[in-house]
DNA sequence: TCCATCGCTACAATTATCGTAGCAAGATGC
DNA sequence: GCATCTTGCTACGATAATTGTAGCGATGGA
């Protein structure tokens, strides 16, 4: 791989200040990065798995989005195969949960 | 522009199921979409100073993303000018708002 | 009138993402 | 052994999104 090389996911794509809040908002805000997140909220997935679930996104982006999350400590590769959220992905993930409620509401 | 007609951003980018979730989470999940919603969050910004606050992004996305977020009726362009969150999405920030302290904790 | 700022746009260059195909490694069955 | 399978993961050309710079018309003061 190679693209990135042992830093976060890059330096901070998204704001030059580093800030953690900054760095998680441009993390979040990538393309199937939130979505990730939301699938592997009832347990592990595997990639091919998780590939479905989030409506056949091409593996090139879910591979370097898994491991961005995986470099935050949010995923991590399970001992059997499979993508699964670390503690740390969870309490992150219950921080989403109220959106759900928040998204049922919003669509009208 | 032309580019969304009249629905809601586009034919739902990330989800085919058109679920508000995966529709919010796929709005959100656009570049510079989540960094709007939390610099607007202690008040209305002028465009200039809100282009400000997101490290000089380019104003083309984020006009385009200004206008996803007001059709999506999150983002209101008051009437002295100045872009403010409406009450829904002042709703939505606050749902944002352990993203901080959790932000904080994670740096670590 | 001159100047500043507002919201907003054009346009080319650069990145990111998509879509398809396929790899090596590890199971499983025969 | 040896065919399958499925696993995580990668290559690569095509397409879409984002960037950076410049500037527009409208509005409001001096």
């Not at 993390?27 to 699938?39: H, V």
């Amino acid at each position: 791989m190679a693209k990135q090389a042992d830093t976060k996911t890059s330096p901070v794509r998204g704001s030059r200040t580093g800030r953690p809040i900054m760095v998680l908002l441009d993390l979040l805000g990538r393309r199937w990065s939130l979505r990730i997140m939301w699938e592997l909220r009832d347990g592990p997935l595997t990639s091919r798995a998780l590939r479905t679930a989030c409506d056949e996104a091409s593996p090139t982006v879910l591979q370097a989005r898994l491991t961005e999350l995986r470099e935050a400590g949010f995923v991590e590769l399970g001992d059997g195969g499979g993508y699964g959220l670390t503690p740390l992905g969870q309490e992150l993930c219950e921080t989403f949960m109220p959106l759900h409620r928040f998204a049922e509401r919003w669509r009208r």
